[in-house]
């Protein structure tokens, strides 16, 4: 399964739910699957995408919220695991696209290529719902037990790195008001100005 | 019984006063304090602990796309694990949040491990483009914070008050 094919069927199972993505070819084939408002693209902060999701999971903790992390960038966070495990957010979902490289920067091997194991990680910090999947089917079936069953939820998907050829929008400020409007805190009316 | 210091106090009453609910922190000695009365008396305010500066402020974004009006709080060498989150992250897309520096490595540091990343931490603030003031007194701490936030929030960008130790830890000098 590719890393595309598969973000496409969590974007198909996404519901309203909020997807943060992260940087780089997760981003840009969440943007290819499917261009939504409750998309968050990241440009930067390598290993951020599930410290983001959490923060937001628990500001809105009636939200779902899907997290779409790399190996090599939660490699560069692995404390998030140890926090989520801690705070236990019932409404998220890091989903982990483990291609054992880091894909957009040409391809070197990461730690999952040698023996590292993501879902074991996050079991051992705490988090309860894992599953490793390798097929659309499995990670069909898991999507739907983490609409159903309270997370959090670590999923770490084995696929296929293919090369994106689209992009997101580049205008920040865009993407972030996009996206709180989208999941009803329109920065607008509940920022800025006299506290 | 414990007599809070009046400056940690004015961090509580502050940060509060400014909307801010969600506390994420990697704490340091003074910051006890803080944490302390935050637990004890501010009952609707949530404080997290982050493993690292750096997640504190991924786990701030959060936040305030949720709505939420963040505070960060952690000791002047964290702020060397947080500088890729605040200029790729929380700088370029104006995501802003309070964000509070317990210091080191000024009058009468004791550790010379502290001393480069408490002397850079303004001129750092500066180079990024965020806005630092350092509280001077106990009785101006609320005032300060409170303002600190409020134009963090209102202009989108993140704001630092630095406590330094001579505030924190005014006598006699002690170890983090």
Same mark, same amino acid.
């Given at each position: 399964?590719?890393?595309?094919?598969?973000?496409?069927?969590?974007?198909?199972?996404?519901?309203?739910?909020?997807?943060?993505?992260?940087?780089?070819? @997760?981003?840009?084939?969440?943007?290819?699957?499917?261009?939504?408002?409750?998309?968050?693209?990241?440009?930067?902060?390598?290993?951020?995408?599930?410290?983001?999701?959490?923060?937001?999971?628990?500001?809105? @903790?009636?939200?779902?919220?899907?997290?779409?992390?790399?190996?090599?960038?939660?490699?560069?966070?692995?404390?998030?695991?140890?926090?989520?495990?801690?705070?236990?957010?019932?409404?998220?979902?890091?989903?982990?696209?483990?291609?054992?490289?880091?894909?957009?920067?040409?391809?070197?091997?990461?730690?999952?290529?040698?023996?590292?194991?993501?879902?074991?990680?996050?079991?051992?910090?705490? *988090?309860?719902?894992?599953?490793?999947?390798?097929?659309?089917?499995?990670?069909?079936?898991?999507?739907?037990?983490?609409?159903?069953?309270?997370?959090?939820?670590?999923?770490?998907?084995?696929?296929?790195?293919?090369?994106?050829?689209?992009?997101?929008?580049?205008?920040?400020?865009?993407?972030?008001?996009?996206?709180?409007?989208? *999941?009803?805190? @329109?920065?607008?009316?509940?920022?800025?100005? @006299?506290? | 019984?414990?007599?809070?210091?009046?400056?940690?106090?004015?961090?509580?009453? &502050?940060?509060?006063?400014?909307?801010?609910?969600?506390?994420?922190?990697?704490?340091?000695?003074?910051?006890?304090?803080?944490?302390?009365?935050?637990?004890?008396?501010?009952?609707?305010?949530?404080?997290? %602990?982050?493993? !690292?500066?750096?997640?504190?402020?991924?786990?701030?974004?959060?936040?305030?796309?949720?709505?939420?009006?963040?505070?960060?709080?952690?000791?002047?060498?964290?702020?060397?694990?947080?500088?890729?989150?605040?200029?790729?992250?929380?700088?370029?897309?104006?995501?802003?949040?309070?964000?509070?520096?317990?210091?080191? &490595? &000024?009058?009468?540091?004791?550790?010379?491990?502290?001393?480069?990343?408490? !002397?850079?931490?303004?001129?750092?603030?500066?180079?990024?483009?965020?806005?630092?003031?350092?509280?001077?007194?106990?009785?101006?701490?609320?005032?300060?914070?409170?303002?600190?936030?409020?134009?963090?929030?209102?202009? !989108?960008?993140?704001?630092?008050? %630095?406590?330094?130790?001579?505030?924190?830890? /005014?006598? /006699?000098?002690?170890?983090?």
């Amino acid at each position: 399964m590719t890393r595309l094919e598969a973000t496409r069927l969590v974007v198909a199972a996404a519901g309203d739910a909020a997807i943060i993505a992260s940087l780089g070819h @997760p981003a840009y084939d969440l943007f290819a699957a499917g261009d939504r408002d409750a998309n968050f693209y990241t440009w930067g902060s390598m290993g951020l995408a599930s410290s983001i999701g959490l923060g937001l999971a628990m500001a809105q @903790p009636s939200k779902r919220v899907i997290v779409l992390d790399g190996d090599g960038s939660l490699l560069m966070n692995l404390g998030s695991l140890a926090t989520i495990g801690w705070t236990r957010p019932a409404n998220l979902v890091v989903i982990v696209w483990d291609n054992e490289e880091y894909g957009t920067t040409g391809g070197q091997d990461t730690a999952t290529a040698h023996g590292a194991d993501l879902e074991a990680a996050a079991r051992a910090m705490g *988090i309860v719902a894992t599953a490793t999947v390798k097929t659309p089917t499995e990670l069909d079936r898991v999507l739907a037990r983490a609409r159903t069953e309270p997370g959090p939820w670590a999923i770490v998907a084995k696929v296929d790195e293919t090369n994106p050829t689209t992009k997101p929008s580049l205008d920040y400020v865009f993407i972030k008001q996009r996206f709180m409007a989208a *999941i009803g805190q @329109p920065e607008g009316a509940t920022h800025g100005g @006299p506290a | 019984m414990t007599v809070e210091p009046r400056w940690a106090s004015g961090v509580c009453a &502050g940060l509060h006063a400014a909307g801010s609910r969600h506390v994420v922190y990697v704490p340091d000695n003074p910051l006890s304090h803080v944490l302390r009365i935050l637990r004890e008396s501010f009952r609707d305010i949530t404080t997290t %602990l982050a493993t !690292r500066e750096e997640e504190a402020f991924g786990i701030a974004a959060g936040l305030y796309l949720g709505g939420a009006r963040p505070t960060v709080m952690l000791q002047s060498s964290g702020l060397g694990n947080s500088i890729n989150a605040l200029t790729s992250l929380l700088v370029p897309y104006q995501i802003p949040a309070l964000i509070v520096i317990s210091m080191r &490595g &000024g009058d009468s540091e004791w550790n010379a491990a502290q001393v480069p990343m408490g !002397r850079a931490v303004p001129a750092i603030c500066d180079a990024i483009g965020v806005p630092h003031v350092t509280v001077e007194s106990p009785e101006a701490t609320a005032d300060l914070v409170s303002r600190a936030g409020r134009t963090a929030f209102a202009a !989108r960008i993140p704001g630092v008050c %630095l406590l330094p130790r001579r505030l924190t830890v /005014p006598s /006699p000098p002690g170890a983090a």
